[in-house]
């Protein structure tokens, strides 16, 4: 199989269509991945990627259309994956300190677990990096320039990772909230 390096939307069909020709269903709702080597003929579609998207995720995808998908709506789900860390830590701050702040060893604001072995440390922490990394790596980037550099692979790799982080906080404790109830 040769993996597609690009690829493009085409807004009226709604269609994926990779610089190598292939064309697949779209990219939230579709059938088949551009990466996919299933064939769309099997008896059970490849279940759409949108649906398993997180549903404060799922919102921001549905607020666009297909031909929008890439910088602009992973620029705007890294937004409110980081006003949701704001809420839950109470730390008003908007760049890779915050996740690290919310996320720290030392005084954690959101808590992804008990913290009381090695492994929940290292869990923590990586989570930490994880966001701290999407900030510098992903929302930074999209801050400082011109919309549309994100093809389509590279937008449901970054949603997919929003997605996680967004789960990862649907199951942590908010020290700050807890504190206060």
């Excluded at 551009?34 to 769309?40: A, G, M, N, V, W």
């Excluded at 921001?60 to 602009?72: E, K, S, T, W, Y």
């Excluded at 809420?87 to 919310?102: C, H, T, V």
């Excluded at 400082?144 to 937008?155: F, I, Q, V, Y």
Aim: hydrophobic share 40%; charged share 25%; proline share 6%.
């Amino acid at each position: 199989m040769v993996y597609p390096v690009k690829a493009s939307i085409d807004a009226e069909t709604a269609e994926a269509t990779s610089f190598a020709g292939a064309r697949t269903k779209t990219l939230l709702g579709g059938t088949k991945g551009p990466r996919d080597e299933r064939s769309t003929d099997h008896a059970e579609p490849w279940p759409s990627l949108g649906a398993r998207l997180h549903p404060l995720v799922q919102d921001i995808i549905n607020r666009f259309p297909p031909a929008q998908l890439g910088d602009v709506a992973v620029f705007e789900a890294c937004k409110h994956l980081a006003q949701r860390v704001r809420e839950m830590s109470g730390i008003d701050s908007d760049d890779k300190r915050l996740m690290e702040r919310a996320f720290s060893l030392k005084d954690p604001k959101i808590r992804l677990n008990a913290l009381g072995s090695a492994t929940d440390r290292a869990e923590q922490q990586g989570v930490m990096q994880m966001a701290s990394g999407l900030w510098l790596a992903v929302r930074n980037p999209r801050a400082h320039r011109p919309a549309g550099e994100c093809d389509l692979d590279e937008t449901v790799e970054l949603l997919t990772i929003v997605s996680h982080l967004h789960r990862r906080l649907d199951a942590a404790v908010s020290v700050v909230n807890a504190s206060t109830s």
